[in-house]
């Protein structure tokens, strides 16, 4: 595997669900991202990881749950969402030491809450 | 907050022509990047610009930053179906950690055979 991937690719869930959405970076990069993606919407930055420590959560509902055991795994545990949160969900990597501060993506995941 | 504002929101054109997208920022950009997405899929970086009338190509896509590090613009020559997609421009916040982006709403680029 190279790059960022991202599982599952496409999730539907009910409200009352609890689901994880998984990413995995083969970069060597020590910091990661989780991005919202919705409609007509810029790209939300929903989480930072730097170096394993969350240095930043958007204003975030407490219904997503970052975790981040290691520099090259993310993970998004979700939990009695609405429909509202059906959106791209995207991953992201980088080297947060090298100055360019270039950002890998993960192909995302489609989800959708009924 | 920094704003991004593209222009277009949406273009189409006919393969072969030329074709411009700007990114405009509300506040001094401290570092620029250009990126394309598929639908549905993630993000394909492009190029990154840090320094005001700073210009990089790749094959057929030229992105400059103006003096004033406050609009980008993004330029595609003689376009071809793979170039569709949506462009992205994302800025590095100022004041604050410099690995952060603030993404515009994108541009809908459509390129007909």
């Known amino acids: 595997e190279t790059g960022v991937t991202q599982t599952p690719r496409h999730l539907v869930m009910g409200m009352t669900n609890k689901k994880s959405l998984k990413c995995e970076q083969h970069?060597?990069?020590?910091?990661m991202y989780w991005y919202k993606q919705s409609a007509k919407k810029p790209l939300e930055l929903m989480f930072v990881?730097?170096?394993?420590?969350?240095?930043e959560n958007n204003s975030v509902p407490s219904r997503f749950s970052p975790e981040c055991p290691n520099s090259s795994h993310l993970f998004l545990h979700l939990h009695t969402l609405q429909p509202e949160d059906s959106a791209l969900y995207l991953c992201?990597?980088?080297?947060?030491?090298?100055?360019?501060?270039?950002?890998?993506f993960g192909p995302g995941t489609r989800l959708t809450v009924t | 907050s920094q704003e991004l504002e593209q222009s277009p929101q949406s273009l189409i054109v006919q393969e072969g022509k030329n074709l411009t997208i700007n990114c405009t920022s509300s506040?001094?950009?401290?570092?620029l990047y250009w990126y394309k997405q598929k639908y549905g899929e993630g993000l394909i970086f492009l190029m990154m610009?840090?320094?005001?009338?700073e210009e990089k190509s790749h094959e057929k896509i030229t992105a400059k930053l103006d003096e004033k590090k406050q609009q980008s613009s993004l330029h595609i020559t003689a376009s071809q179906p793979s170039h569709a997609g949506i462009y992205l421009c994302?800025?590095?916040?100022?004041?604050?950690?410099?690995?952060?982006?603030?993404f515009g709403k994108g541009t809908l680029l459509t390129v007909n055979p």
């Open positions: 992201a990597s980088s080297q947060v030491d090298s100055g360019g501060y270039e950002q890998y």
């Open positions: 970069l060597g990069h020590n910091a």
């Open positions: 610009l840090q320094k005001g009338g």
């Open positions: 506040k001094t950009l401290y570092g």
């Open positions: 994302g800025a590095v916040r100022s004041g604050g950690s410099n690995y952060k982006l603030t």
């Open positions: 990881y730097n170096f394993k420590e969350q240095t």
